[in-house]
């Protein structure tokens, strides 16, 4: 059950995460970075991409959260897309 539960706070989070402005550019760039240092065998490089990124994904939706937007981080991401068909 926790695994479950933890599994669909994630699914929010990063359907959240998705919304924000220049987020899915920021996450394929950080991705990218963590790729290429694990790829070069770089322990140190991609433990700093890795940090680095969840720090990045952290302050954006620190940001969202603070710019009134914290709902973002409750919807349902399975039905998300459905939801903004209607508006």
Known sequence: ELADAL???LLRERAAAWDIL???E????EHT???EAVS???RAGARA???AHLESVAGDLQGLAEA???ELAHR???TADADQRKE
Do not use: K, M, T, V
Not at 26 to 29: C, V, Y
């Open 7 to 9: 599994g669909q706070q």
């Open 22 to 24: 220049g987020r899915p």
């Open 26 to 29: 920021r996450s394929l760039d």
């Open 33 to 35: 970075a963590i790729f």
């Open 40 to 42: 070069a065998g770089d």
């Open 49 to 51: 991409a890795l940090i």
């Open 68 to 70: 009134g937007h914290g």
């Open 76 to 78: 349902d991401p399975l």
